[in-house]
């Protein structure tokens, strides 16, 4: 991973343009980022001639490369979709069939068609895919965009003992067991937030790791999700302090 300081790289790119790029980048299109002019670039391998020369020269510290999507990607985000998305089983089959197919792809976007309002649902769920694959690359690779904000309003609220008593039980079940560090399992006081927001990129989890850390001075949180709503879960051993508990029903 390049450029670990503390120092972020801001970089003057359309967020939706990263997108599409992100979202176009396979074994024939190669996107990079040029990191002096804010500018994306593409190799598109049937179109240009010396492509190997053209990549060796973008082989340096200036041009980021974005990584490529292979077919077995594009397939599982399909499959996950279809789980998620497609609660009819004979409509599920037949998508499912789809993807075995040799045109899987092509075959799978055409069965789609059909669907008018799955389709719709598809186009989102991808974008919101690539979007947070995105966010996250751009976590791990310390790149700021200039003037867009991509963190999302986050609101944790801790709730009273009251309030948990009237939680499902699958959650007020849920309790710290032992401490991970010296094996303790008794005195651990249940702590439990809710959040207005999934932990879906690596900006929101270190936003809510900030919010934690500032409001309610815990260092170390878990999750729990409950379908529509999120909530997270923390606790501290009485005996050595750890908050690095085990949680279980
Ligand atoms: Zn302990």
């Not at 190669?30 to 492509?51: G, M, P, R, Y």
């Not at 009273?160 to 399992?185: G, V, W």
Request: net charge negative; with cysteine; proline share 3%.
């Amino acid at each position: 991973m390049r450029n670990m300081g503390v120092e972020k790289m801001k970089l003057n790119i359309d967020f939706e343009k990263l997108v599409e790029a992100f979202e176009e980048s396979d074994i024939t299109n190669h996107f990079f980022i040029d990191t002096q002019t804010s500018k994306i670039l593409c190799i598109n391998e049937a179109a240009e001639v010396q492509v190997r020369k053209k990549l060796n020269q973008l082989n340096n510290d200036r041009y980021f490369p974005i990584p490529s999507r292979n077919k077995e990607e594009h397939l599982f985000l399909r499959e996950l979709f279809i789980y998620q998305h497609i609660h009819d089983e004979s409509i599920a089959e037949k998508f499912h069939q789809t993807l075995e197919r040799k045109k899987s792809i092509k075959d799978f976007n055409e069965l789609l068609q059909n669907h008018p309002n799955l389709n719709e649902q598809w186009f989102t769920y991808e974008y919101d895919h690539i979007k947070n694959e995105v966010i996250t690359w751009l976590c791990e690779h310390n790149i700021e965009l200039e003037n867009q904000n991509l963190t999302p309003t986050i609101l944790i609220k801790e709730l009273t003992s009251e309030e948990i008593q009237h939680m499902p039980d699958e959650i007020k079940d849920f309790k710290p067991y032992a401490c991970l560090r010296c094996h303790n399992k008794k005195g651990m006081k249940t702590r439990i937030f809710s959040i207005n927001i999934s932990p879906e990129n690596k900006l929101i989890e270190q936003e809510t790791q900030r919010i934690m850390k500032e409001q309610f001075g815990i260092t170390h949180h878990g999750g729990w999700s409950g379908g529509a709503q999120e909530f997270l879960t923390a606790s501290r051993c009485m005996q050595c302090g750890s908050e690095e508990i085990f949680w279980d029903y």
